[in-house]
């Protein structure tokens, strides 16, 4: 695991998007795997830069996301849908049949999660793979629990996740109980993991994943037994780092 502390976001949002920017310039059809919320995007503005800069092309690269938010269409401004095509996907020359999202207006939950393992197994493997931290620890919509899911799977969001969602909605109410998420058998299989942690806020669970015990309570501590995972976080996360 490999560690870098910034001193503040927009360089790390920078070096975020330049990991993925150089993968993709030597790998043009490289297999991205994506995250929405608030950690993701400053990185895709330099994405989307890069792009209308014309240092990078995006044709021929696919990419999955994380999760879905269960019950809002794809049109709803906050569906993650909406917000990849809003943030990343309308500015860049990527082939729309090349993106991917769980669909969360599905009426067959179970059959929807069994096509989104079939969409991710026909990608191949992942190469990159960007995650935020939920504050309880999560990654993807993968809760704390007694057991975690290794395939897509429906998750109730716990009290906490749908109060820090809260401030992108009117009003708790609007905040879907529900989402689809990736499992962490597929998380964990993609070849780089990129977890970017922004904010004091998160400074004692990112503390928990990458030094406390490896724990289901903690599903970002599975990350301590993947073979390459690129940390970066800002100096209100880990202001010992910054600090010497
Ligand atoms: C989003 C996702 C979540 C978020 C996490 C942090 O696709 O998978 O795990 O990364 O909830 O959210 P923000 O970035 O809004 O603090």
Redesign the pocket.
């Given at each position: 695991m490999i560690l870098h502390c910034f001193k503040n976001a927009a360089e790390l949002d920078k070096v975020a998007a330049d990991f993925m920017l150089a993968l993709v310039r030597a790998k043009p059809n490289a297999v991205l795997g994506l995250?929405?919320?608030?950690?993701?995007v400053g990185a895709y503005q330099h994405m989307v830069q890069a792009y209308q800069q014309g240092t990078v092309s995006f044709s021929q690269v696919k990419t999955v996301?994380?999760?879905e938010y269960v019950g809002l269409a794809v049109d709803h401004p906050e569906s993650?849908r909406q917000f990849m095509q809003t943030q990343l996907f309308n500015h860049i020359d990527i082939k729309p049949e090349n993106t991917h999202v769980p669909n969360g207006m599905a009426t067959d939950i179970a059959a929807e999660c069994r096509r989104y393992d079939d969409v991710l197994s026909q990608q191949g493997t992942v190469d990159m793979q960007f995650?935020?931290?939920?504050?309880n620890g999560?990654?993807?919509?993968n809760e704390p629990n007694d057991s975690l899911s290794r395939f897509t799977h429906q998750v109730t969001l716990q009290p906490e996740?749908r109060l820090?969602?809260q401030r992108f909605f009117n009003s708790l109410d609007e905040v879907p109980t529900h989402a689809l998420?990736m499992g962490m058998g597929s998380i964990l299989h993609a070849k780089t993991i990129l977890l970017v942690v922004?904010?004091a806020s998160?400074a004692a669970i990112l503390d928990r994943a990458l030094n406390g015990p490896i724990t289901t309570q903690v599903p970002a501590s599975l990350l301590q037994m993947h073979p390459r995972v690129i940390v970066l976080t800002d100096c209100d996360v880990s202001y010992k780092c910054c600090n010497g």
């Amino acid at each position: 695991m490999i560690l870098h502390c910034f001193k503040n976001a927009a360089e790390l949002d920078k070096v975020a998007a330049d990991f993925m920017l150089a993968l993709v310039r030597a790998k043009p059809n490289a297999v991205l795997g994506l995250a929405t919320g608030s950690t993701p995007v400053g990185a895709y503005q330099h994405m989307v830069q890069a792009y209308q800069q014309g240092t990078v092309s995006f044709s021929q690269v696919k990419t999955v996301n994380l999760d879905e938010y269960v019950g809002l269409a794809v049109d709803h401004p906050e569906s993650y849908r909406q917000f990849m095509q809003t943030q990343l996907f309308n500015h860049i020359d990527i082939k729309p049949e090349n993106t991917h999202v769980p669909n969360g207006m599905a009426t067959d939950i179970a059959a929807e999660c069994r096509r989104y393992d079939d969409v991710l197994s026909q990608q191949g493997t992942v190469d990159m793979q960007f995650l935020g931290l939920g504050l309880n620890g999560h990654i993807g919509f993968n809760e704390p629990n007694d057991s975690l899911s290794r395939f897509t799977h429906q998750v109730t969001l716990q009290p906490e996740t749908r109060l820090a969602n809260q401030r992108f909605f009117n009003s708790l109410d609007e905040v879907p109980t529900h989402a689809l998420s990736m499992g962490m058998g597929s998380i964990l299989h993609a070849k780089t993991i990129l977890l970017v942690v922004k904010g004091a806020s998160k400074a004692a669970i990112l503390d928990r994943a990458l030094n406390g015990p490896i724990t289901t309570q903690v599903p970002a501590s599975l990350l301590q037994m993947h073979p390459r995972v690129i940390v970066l976080t800002d100096c209100d996360v880990s202001y010992k780092c910054c600090n010497g």
